[in-house]
Nanobody, 119 residues
């Protein structure tokens, strides 16, 4: 129900935009997030965007990453600028969402997309 894309290999200082296409959930009322997991490290919450549009970021990406959403297309984005080698990880999109109006919220995960920052 969540399809992440946009990862790749870039050099330090370059940019990437990740996309997370959602289906089967009520996207407009969902909380969307991006996590990342580097080798040997725990999964880390990178950015969150609420249905209101409010956003949160982990300190290490503030000023460089921007999360957004297009409720008409059911897609969340993570724009990553000024990438550093420390940003290398598998990035996962996440949703806290309902599948029907009167149903409960549940969490959903997309498959990971690899981001590698290296010269």
């Amino acid at each position: 129900q969540l399809q992440a894309s946009g990862g790749g290999l870039v050099q330090p200082g370059e940019s990437l935009r990740l996309s997370c296409a959602a289906s089967g959930i009520i996207f407009s009322t969902s909380i969307m997030g991006w996590y990342r997991q580097a080798p040997g490290k725990q999964r880390e919450l990178v950015a969150t965007i609420y249905s209101s549009g409010r956003t949160n970021y982990v300190d290490s990406v503030k000023g460089r990453f921007s999360v957004s959403r297009d409720n008409a297309k059911n897609i969340a984005y993570l724009q990553m600028n000024s990438l550093k080698p420390g940003d290398t990880a598998v990035y996962f999109c996440y949703a806290w969402a309902k599948t029907r109006n009167w149903g409960p919220y549940n969490d959903y995960w997309g498959q990971g997309t690899q981001v590698t920052v290296s010269s």
